[in-house]
């Protein structure tokens, strides 16, 4: 049970987004799923439930109502299966766009309208790890996979809606100008 170093996971997120073509209207989150399967593929059984370890971690550390409120920003409404998708998205966008959100969530007004960003949910990325433990016929067990506990709550302080505008000016601005995601 260990969880990978954060520069060996973000090495295989990065080699995840490779592909990454801002011309493409559609499709980069597909190359990026085929490439993470590639890769989760050649690591062993203990290497995948260390990724799959770190990626929980980062995950619940990214369950903040700042985070929350972008997410509702960009995509015109953001629910609780909706902040779950944001996330799994954030962490498929790497290291840098994930520690600047961690930062300052307003560092997202200039990613998610950017050429190339399809939608700011990638529920499929999140079980490309158990799916590759699956085809290994791998048990939890023997990947060292940890048991975390999911938040209760997001960190932070909560908000209303009429708030965001003066909270997030930035998100908001791009928002209006680009058009939410949904």
């Not at 060996?8 to 011309?23: E, H, K, V």
């Not at 960009?74 to 799994?88: L, M, N, V």
């Not at 960003?117 to 791998?138: Q, Y």
């Amino acid at each position: 049970m260990a969880l990978m170093s954060l520069e060996r996971f973000w090495d295989i997120i990065a080699q995840s987004r490779s592909g990454f073509d801002p011309n493409r209207r559609d499709g980069n989150m597909d190359s990026q799923v085929t490439r993470l399967r590639l890769i989760l593929s050649e690591l062993s059984v203990e290497e995948i439930g260390s990724f799959d370890n770190t990626f929980t971690k980062l995950f619940h550390d990214a369950y903040r109502w700042d985070l929350w409120a972008a997410g509702y920003i960009i995509e015109g409404g953001c629910g609780d299966d909706g902040i779950t998708d944001f996330r799994y998205w954030l962490i498929s966008m790497g290291r840098e766009v994930y520690d600047n959100a961690m930062t300052d969530v307003e560092s997202l007004a200039n990613v998610a309208f950017t050429p190339g960003i399809e939608v700011t949910r990638f529920e499929g990325f999140r079980f490309l790890a158990r799916e590759a433990l699956r085809r290994m016929n791998a048990s939890d067990n023997d990947a060292g996979l940890m048991a975390f506990e999911h938040p209760a709550s997001p960190a932070g302080n909560e908000w209303d809606d009429g708030d965001l505008p003066r909270r997030f000016p930035k998100l908001t601005a791009a928002a209006d100008q680009y058009g939410a995601q949904s």
